[in-house]
């Protein structure tokens, strides 16, 4: 990682000493052999490995075994069913509330905006085990609180959290912002005037919501029930918390449990396959879906969309919108600050017996503590820095078409987004046990996985940033005789630092809340934060878990603020909005 | 007795064990230069760390950390840590017996015996080659939540929990990562049959990992009744008010006995010793008996006054050879019948 850096920068500096000598094949090596370390290799050992046997004999046995043996097939089926509901769900719950508060004039619709992006931060196990808190059968408090209402007897719940459906509503809670945010920035983006337009030849509200609104959104309503789809299909992290008290696996916790002593990586490769498989096909779909919403925008500038006035409808609507952010977001709170505070999670918290009993067990008596948190900080910060810094140079070289060849680096760097974090996790175990690179046990191979993982997103954010500054700049520049890195470094970069602050923290946030690539690659010395909270809820220690959850959140929240605050994403915005005019 | 089958092989055999040592000023001050030792266990983190911090408290500049998770990922851990040649275990301490079998097969295991253990400890529970030693021993119990369930309704063993009245309210660790429910499910099953399980899946059993958490689930009020898990927990948790009643089912109890060893890799090998035989000497033992009430191994430490002594408890024999050879098995037969 760090040595092809290094080559870039030395590719940078000879540049600079000896300008007209061509360094752009080098650097597109460079980046290129690092992007086969990090992707393609682990992938090709993941294929190898699910068509051999434990002797190494090739052989299509491990599938045989996929596609009959029911302790896989099951799972295969649960986990269609979980994304094909929690797609749906949030599709339902996320369309009108980003209608709500693109398109209308409901109070408290900014701050309803900002909670659902706010609730993004939350880890989705983290989202479980709260749920876990508030929804368990019997102990759950929800189910406490109805039984003392309503005389319900103690062995019935109004709630059962270890369920299918507890498991699908759980991982929609922390899925639906993502389908949240393309509705209500699509919806931002919509040219009032159409509207405008259909209202002036007589149409009524509702009809232009039918035949303008609706088929205007849609193409981006698909793609989000698209992401919604694959992320319910890839998640690790809540299934597991809930699917093994409920007792069923779904295809992560199923390939996570083949490393379980005897480890079986041969049927963990072959099981990962099918979800690489299917996320392909689906990213191709959403590629489809949202290529299709180009029409919507095309045209140059339109005005502001109309807001639509709700008239009576704005206080139930406003209350129906903070309902629905009570799931992921107040509730689950709520239940951690509780328990953090609690001898015992089941029991509300009173004056009497509030008690700091965790948080000295957490920080003063648990000795992973203090350096999961090391570990976990030392990795965001990097993979967020080397993360920003290889997006930036590839979609610098994509942008500008630097040098030939430029289309495969964006493949490249684009491709992980079909890597389901635990397959991926799988890929990097399989070709980092071995030599020549024994990466296992290191924090390298965390850092090469945590930073594979982001790279899309990454490279998606700064290459929009790159268009949206005018090559003419630059190109004026190189004519005054600057070289290029000159022209980079004076005039293309302080045009990009908010893109890049806001790409940073992204990543940042993002390896903070990964759980399913740790927990296959992690070892004693190099445990994180996300890892350390898995192996506590094995024991049952949920005291210890609230708190720790709620300090990784608060910390999340602050390196957020703290960059937002050194212009971050409202300025990414508007410098959007600046260069694209 | 106890743990009467802890060993493969009789204490006839001519033993290999090097010469018993004690705690000397060398090893104290070598142990301090190496300045920290690693703690592999299964043990429940309220006894295991508060343990680490009274031995660094007795031997300040050496810092414990601790690595805790149930045996059979322990296992794991350590088969993945070494074949990656990452060398990072001082000590290891786990509720399933059987590995060690296999690790010292293997010649991971550092042997190393102190007076402690060469005069308290009785042969059966030690290795006549010296490479582990019985820690201290802890039972599979059954338990109730006493405000979930009344006395007369509480059952008195494992077939009293197939009444339908059950059906919803168990709780129960699972073989694949709880040692000490991988040895209880190997006895069991040896006792019952795997019959009785798959009429025990039948029953809505609410299914956990570790063998530390059913106590947990218990005093939460999640489930009422626990089907195994640590009794030494389910004893802390009444001890501090929680209304938990042990059970020692009538068909008996199953025994896990707790194993430690020093790894021959450590990088600590100094402070490895160390925290080996402190925790073997009585203050040790003392220490984790008055904690956590387990059995010691050390003869000279008196279990913990209000526990039943273990003479008076009916228990089920341990047999880690067979557990070695069936751990595969156990494991899959298990999932079959659970579901996961």
């Known amino acids: 990682m760090s040595s092809a850096a290094e080559e870039k920068a030395v590719g940078f500096a000879r540049r600079e000493a000896g300008r007209g000598l061509d360094f752009s094949r080098p650097i597109l090596i460079a980046v290129t052999a690092l992007l086969v370390v990090m992707i393609v290799l682990p992938m090709g050992w993941l294929i190898a490995y699910s068509l051999s046997d434990k002797q190494g004999t090739a052989t299509l046995g491990n599938f045989v075994t996929l596609f009959t043996d029911p302790s896989f097939v099951d799972p295969l089926i649960t986990t269609l069913i979980i994304a094909v509901s929690v797609s749906a769900i949030c599709c339902i719950v996320a369309a009108p509330l980003g209608w709500l508060v693109a398109r209308t004039d409901m109070p408290l619709r900014r701050i309803v905006r900002t909670l659902v992006m706010a609730s993004l931060v939350t880890p989705p196990f983290v989202g479980a085990i709260a749920w876990e808190m508030l929804a368990a059968p019997n102990s759950g408090l929800l189910n406490q609180l109805w039984r003392s209402l309503t005389g319900m007897p103690s062995d019935e719940a109004l709630l059962d959290i270890y369920s299918l459906t507890g498991l699908i509503f759980v991982i929609a809670c922390y899925t639906f912002p993502y389908v949240f945010i393309l509705v209500a920035n699509a919806l931002d983006r919509m040219p009032g005037e159409l509207e405008d337009a259909s209202s002036m030849l007589g149409a009524k509200t509702w009809q232009t919501a039918r035949r303008i609104t609706v088929p205007l959104a849609l193409p981006t309503l698909l793609a989000g029930a698209l992401v919604a789809f694959l992320q319910a299909l890839n998640l690790f992290g809540s299934p597991a918390i809930l699917a093994i008290p409920a007792g069923f696996h779904t295809l992560t916790t199923r390939i996570w449990s083949l490393f379980q002593f005897p480890p079986k990586p041969e049927l963990a490769a072959a099981a990962s396959l099918p979800l690489l498989l299917l996320t392909i096909l689906l990213l191709r779909g959403q590629a489809l879906a949202l290529g299709r919403r180009g029409y919507a925008v095309l045209g140059g500038k339109y005005g502001e969309p109309r807001l639509v006035r709700l008239g009576a409808w704005r206080l139930p609507a406003a209350a129906l919108a903070l309902l629905v952010l009570a799931m992921p977001l107040f509730l689950p709170y709520a239940a951690l600050f509780n328990s953090a505070f609690s001898r015992v999670a089941s029991r509300l918290v009173t004056l009497d017996t509030i008690t700091l009993h965790n948080v000295r067990f957490t920080f003063l008596e648990l000795s992973s503590t203090m350096p999961a948190l090391k570990n976990t900080f030392l990795l965001a910060t990097l993979s967020a820095t080397l993360g920003a810094v290889l997006a930036l140079l590839i979609a610098y070289i994509v942008a500008r078409r630097a040098v030939p060849g430029h289309r495969v680096l964006a493949f490249l760097a684009t491709a992980p987004l079909a890597i389901p974090g635990i397959v991926l996790g799988v890929g990097l175990f399989l070709a980092y046990t071995r030599p020549p690179l024994t990466l296992y046990g290191t924090l390298w191979i965390l850092l090469i996985a945590f930073i594979t993982i982001e790279l899309p997103a990454a490279y998606q954010q700064l290459s929009s940033a790159f268009h949206a500054v005018h090559p003419e700049l630059e190109e004026a520049g190189r004519m005054l005789g600057a070289s290029r890195l000159r022209t980079l470094a004076d005039i293309t970069a302080p045009l990009l630092r908010s893109a890049v602050i806001a790409t940073w923290c992204f990543v940042f946030v993002a390896v903070i809340r990964e759980l399913s690539a740790a927990v296959i690659l992690f070892t004693s010395e190099t445990k994180v934060l996300s890892v350390l909270i898995f192996d506590l809820k094995e024991s049952g220690d949920v005291g210890a878990i609230a708190v720790l959850s709620l300090t990784m959140v608060a910390i999340t929240t602050i390196v957020v603020a703290v960059a937002n605050r050194f212009g971050g994403g409202r300025e990414a915005g508007r410098l959007h909005a600046r260069t694209a005019g | ?340």
């Open chain 2, 1 to 340: 007795m106890a743990a009467a089958a802890l060993l493969p092989f009789s204490t006839k055999v001519l033993s290999a064990a090097p010469p018993a040592e004690t705690i000397t000023p060398a090893l104290i001050e070598a142990a301090r230069k190496e300045g920290k030792v690693s703690y592999y266990t299964a043990m429940d983190l309220s006894v295991a760390e508060p343990m680490a911090k009274a031995f660094e408290a007795k031997f300040p500049g050496i810092k414990v950390a601790v690595e805790r998770t149930g045996a059979e990922r322990l296992f794991n851990r350590l088969a993945q840590e070494t074949a990656s040649n990452i060398k990072r275990c001082d000590v290891v301490n786990s509720s399933d017996a059987a590995h060690f079998i296999t690790w010292k097969r293997e010649g991971w295991l550092q042997p190393y015996v102190t007076v402690d253990i060469a005069e308290n400890v009785a042969p059966e529970m030690r290795d006549p080659d010296g490479t582990f030693v019985n820690q201290r021993t802890h039972l599979s119990a059954m338990a109730y939540n006493s405000s979930l369930v009344k006395l007369e309704d509480a059952p008195k063993g494992f077939n009293d929990l197939l009444d339908p009245k059950y059906a919803g309210k168990l709780v129960k660790g699972h073989p694949g990562y709880s040692g000490t429910i991988m040895t209880a499910t190997h006895q069991i099953a040896r006792a019952l049959g795997w019959g009785y399980f798959e009429k025990l899946a039948k029953q809505k059993v609410m299914q956990v990992q570790s063998a530390t958490e059913p106590p947990k689930k218990l005093e939460a009020g999640e489930r009422a009744v626990a089907v195994d898990g640590s009794d030494y927990l389910f004893w802390m948790g009444r001890e501090r008010g929680v209304p938990i009643e042990v059970v020692y089912p009538i068909e008996g109890t199953p025994l896990i006995a707790n194993p430690m060893a020093v790894f021959k890799a450590a990088p600590n090998p100094s402070a490895a010793r160390l925290l080996f035989a402190w925790i073997m000497s009585g203050e040790g033992q003392e220490f984790l008996v008055n904690l956590s009430g387990q059995y010691p191994a050390n003869l000279k430490v008196k279990a913990k006054a209000g526990r039943p002594p273990l003479s008076s408890i009916k228990t089920m024999r341990d047999d880690p050879v067979e557990v070695e050879k069936m751990a595969d098995e156990i494991k899959a037969k298990y999932a079959r019948i659970f579901k996961v």
